[in-house]
């Protein structure tokens, strides 16, 4: 069977060898590359411009941002038929294309995240060695955890006044040079995109922009509703703490705690949002006012067969209503939660209507192509270009990000025990 041919549906005159190759795998991977620039963004806010009401959810965005990284090059993994051969891209960079630049980019940008990551916890990772180091008659388990930590300090064990600022310089320097790597990152897949000179969806200098700016965007969301739904649950777990130990603080300090930062976070949010639907129209009235040649099937596609999932879901449910959610007067948690899920909606959609849509009409402009995305799998091919494949990758961050806690502490509150 031709890769492609278990989830398209052809309509009218379509050339016999096309079929739509780009499936949810390439969906999900501009959206979770989005991810991982949009939460360092949100970290940088707090390192490089200095607002202090992000103090709370910088540390946070920038854990999960270093979660996200790894994830980023999974839908590409699942969706090449030589997965093997990935690795190549990595350990031979160069830029004569920009899935090869894509070495440079990613690995440039993971240095920079974590280095970063060990200027903000070197001091944890000092201070917890050496009161492992301190302790006497202890088990193989605080060993290995001594270790461990020991190694992560690299050496540099100094805790002085001068040291401790040093590493906040480093952390700033660091955090301003990953800004640019990090749009630069999310920046090349919208490039990718701009430069198919023989799809007219995707052929326009703003797609990198757009790409960008809608990075921010869910990145800055997803940070948001995962920081609302771990404060959520540090909550019931302070509150049946308090059973046992009433001196510990009570869950008014941290629920006051979570509408600040929350508020704030949102501010920043509706600021990139409208920079992200203002871009996007511009380029849909761009398109209309110049008419193409490619006009006609564009037409056909934005304003008849894909109209739900532009309009409706995507500028509908997925830009204006969560916008009027998060403008409303006295904030809370419950809408922050809803504008936060329906932005996420409208930047997937966004993602799934320039590669899906992009493939939806044929090279013959006569003809239409319809994907249907493979629910159960039965082969190895439909279960990872279909829907779990899909949750795979949305999954594993959370894993990995909850891996990194359990070393990296994500809140500055600390609890007395």
């Known amino acids: 069977m031709v890769h492609g041919e278990a989830w398209t549906v052809k309509e009218l005159f379509v050339y016999p060898n096309e079929y739509i190759y780009w499936t949810i795998q390439i969906v999900m991977y501009p959206f979770m590359t989005g991810l991982v620039a949009g939460a360092f963004v949100l970290s940088s806010l707090y390192h490089v411009f200095g607002v202090k009401e992000l103090k709370e959810i910088a540390r946070f965005s920038l854990v999960f941002s270093f979660a996200l990284l790894p994830v980023a090059m999974m839908p590409l993994l699942l969706h090449l038929l030589q997965p093997q051969r990935g690795i190549e891209v990595m350990m031979t960079p160069h830029f004569t294309s920009a899935i090869a630049a894509f070495g440079i980019v990613f690995t440039t940008y993971a240095m920079i995240v974590g280095s970063e990551l060990w200027f903000v916890y070197r001091a944890h990772f000092v201070e917890t060695a050496l009161a492992l180091?301190?302790?006497r008659d202890k088990t193989l388990f605080e060993m290995l955890q001594y270790l461990f930590y020991a190694i992560l300090t690299l050496g540099a064990w100094d805790l002085s006044e001068h040291a401790l600022e040093q590493d906040?310089?480093?952390v700033k320097v660091l955090a301003g040079l990953g800004i640019p790597v990090a749009c630069f990152l999310h920046g090349y897949a919208g490039f990718i995109f701009g430069s198919v000179k023989a799809n007219a969806l995707w052929?326009?200098?703003?797609m990198p922009v757009i790409f960008i700016c809608s990075a921010v965007v869910s990145g800055i969301a997803l940070c948001m509703l995962t920081y609302i739904v771990t404060m959520e649950l540090r909550k019931l777990l302070l509150a049946w703490k308090r059973r046992h130990n009433p001196e510990l603080p009570s869950t008014e300090e941290l629920k006051s705690a979570e509408i600040q930062?929350?508020?704030m976070t949102t501010r920043y949010l509706l600021m990139f949002l409208v920079l992200a639907i203002s871009l996007e129209l511009l380029d849909l009235i761009f398109r209309g006012y110049t008419a193409v040649k490619s006009w006609d099937i564009l037409r056909s596609v934005i304003y008849g067969r894909d109209f739900v999932s532009i309009f409706v879901l995507q500028y509908g449910f997925g830009n204006l209503v969560p916008f009027i959610i998060l403008l409303l007067p006295r904030p809370t948690i419950?809408?922050?939660v809803a504008g936060t899920l329906l932005v996420l909606l409208g930047v997937f959609m966004m993602r799934w209507n320039v590669v899906i849509g992009g493939q939806a009409f044929s090279s013959s402009f006569e003809g239409f192509m319809h994907y249907h995305l493979p629910i159960w799998p039965h082969d190895l091919e439909t279960f990872k270009e279909g829907l779990f494949g899909?949750?795979?990758?949305?999954v594993t961050p959370f894993v990995l990000f909850w891996l990194?806690?359990?070393?990296l502490p994500i809140f500055d509150f600390k609890e007395r025990h």
């Open 133 to 135: 180091k301190e302790q």
């Open 168 to 170: 906040e310089k480093g």
């Open 203 to 206: 052929m326009t200098p703003l």
């Open 261 to 263: 930062v929350v508020t």
């Open 334 to 336: 419950r809408r922050a």
């Open 390 to 394: 899909a949750l795979m990758v949305g």
């Open 404 to 407: 990194f806690a359990r070393v």
